[in-house]
């Protein structure tokens, strides 16, 4: 159940993103110039993305699509056979892996049947470059992933470190 419930999470996700590209393709096409949200602080702009992210490799998205869905094809196989093997439930690693698989499959289907990424959001207090909600997706998603993995190594340490101090005591014992 818990793979039905993770795949119309992703599913709706993706199609979230699809269409605020869609409404961004339409409406800021149209508008011929950035429209301000926040004056001073945010505005949305219609970028055509070919590159990863902030523009890099844009002169390889062959290559870029053919790494992005290696790489959305790993992690998916791993991540549904994780829940099958229920070595992987809802948690802090479940909620970071549906929002790295849902952005990434969200910029994917732009690459594959664009040719490009419609990016829209363009923050203009800081200079940065303008990103979409897939990007927010696997921004959030990779710092989760990296916060879970950061607590689960302090407590496998924890954890070694009381069964170290447990055994050490049994051994004074005996």
């Known amino acids: 159940m818990l793979a039905v419930i993770t795949a119309l999470l992703i599913i709706i ?5 699809q269409l605020i590209k ?10 011929g110039e950035p429209v301000t949200i926040i004056s001073g602080f945010l505005q949305f702009r219609y970028v055509e993305n070919t590159g990863a992210a902030f523009g890099f490799f844009s002169e390889h998205t062959g290559i870029l699509t053919i790494l992005t869905t290696a790489v959305i094809v790993v992690i998916t196989v791993l991540f549904f056979v994780g829940i099958f093997t229920k070595r992987v439930r809802p948690s802090v690693l479940y909620v970071s892996l549906v929002f790295l698989l849902s952005g990434g499959i969200g910029n994917l289907v732009d690459r594959i049947g664009r040719g490009y990424v419609i990016d829209y959001i363009e923050p203009i207090f800081v200079k940065f470059a303008v990103f979409n909600f897939a990007d927010c997706l696997v921004t959030v998603g990779a710092f989760l992933l990296v916060g879970w993995l950061i607590y689960d190594i302090i407590m496998e340490a924890k954890r070694e470190r009381r069964n170290k101090h447990s055994s050490d005591q049994g051994d004074g014992h005996a």
Do not use: E, G, R
């Open 13 to 17: 996700l993706v199609v979230i993103d």
């Open 22 to 31: 869609l409404i961004a393709q339409y409406f800021l096409l149209s508008a």
